[in-house]
């Protein structure tokens, strides 16, 4: 499965978009790029996933550049729930290598 | 909640000791997974069940022993554990472990500490 690099840790402002970059640059063709969260000692989140094309959900929007390089989460407006650790995983749903993730705090 | 349960929540065990934790998923899927994390690192895959068939094994030492009696539960029977093996562990459960798009939905975890 292609590494991912992530960055340590983010803040944002309560009610505001929060980005979350994610750099893939060894993706293959046929892998997706996942999105889970973690919030403090419970179980991963499945936040979205896509190949190529941008997706958005009820939770967020994925953004993934024309390389498939790199892709950006983004939670439109940010409450102080979404405070979590955020993974972006590359490869196929039956094989999820977790990184180290970016620890998102929204502050009020 | 995702509709993948785990009892117990709260394990606290000897080295000596034999204990099982039990994973429960009630979404229908055929594909479950036992992930470890310990403090301060990234989730581990342990071991992966396809239509109650093992199909991955991450080098996982012989003293934790995965069993899965039909789709819908997994075990996980412990003996014999060291102190280092304290941690979160994670089900998950997804429609299939294939080689296509899975989301893998996960349970809250049981948290083991080992004395």
């Known amino acids: 499965d292609a590494k991912t690099t992530q960055p340590t840790s983010m803040d944002c402002a309560e009610g505001r978009a929060a980005n979350l970059p994610c750099n893939h640059s060894t993706i293959s063709g046929n892998e997706y790029v996942y999105w889970y969260r973690q919030i403090h000692s419970q179980g991963p989140q499945y936040i979205i996933h896509?190949?190529?094309n941008n997706e958005t959900n009820e939770m967020a929007s994925l953004i993934i550049t024309e390389d498939r390089k790199s892709s950006t989460l983004i939670l439109p407006h940010a409450t102080l729930r979404d405070t979590a650790v955020y993974y972006c995983i590359v490869g196929s749903g039956s094989r999820l290598t977790f990184g180290e993730g970016t620890q998102l705090t929204v502050n009020p | 909640e995702t509709g993948v349960t785990q009892t117990p929540r709260h394990l606290v065990m000897g080295m000596t000791n034999k204990k099982s934790l039990k994973c429960e998923q009630h979404?229908?899927?055929?594909?479950m997974y036992w992930y470890k994390q310990s403090a301060k690192k990234p989730l581990e895959l342990m071991f992966v069940?396809?239509?109650?068939?093992?199909?991955e094994n991450n080098s996982v030492p012989s003293r934790f022993s995965p069993e899965c009696p039909n789709s819908s539960h997994l075990f996980l029977h412990l003996h014999t554990l060291q102190p280092e093996d304290s941690a979160l562990y994670l089900c998950?459960?997804?429609?299939?472990?294939?080689?296509?798009?899975?989301?893998?939905?996960f349970g809250p975890g049981t948290r083991l500490l080992v004395l």
């Open positions: 069940y396809n239509f109650k068939e093992q199909t």
């Open positions: 998950a459960s997804s429609q299939d472990a294939g080689g296509g798009p899975e989301t893998q939905y």
């Open positions: 896509g190949l190529k």
């Open positions: 979404l229908g899927h055929n594909a």
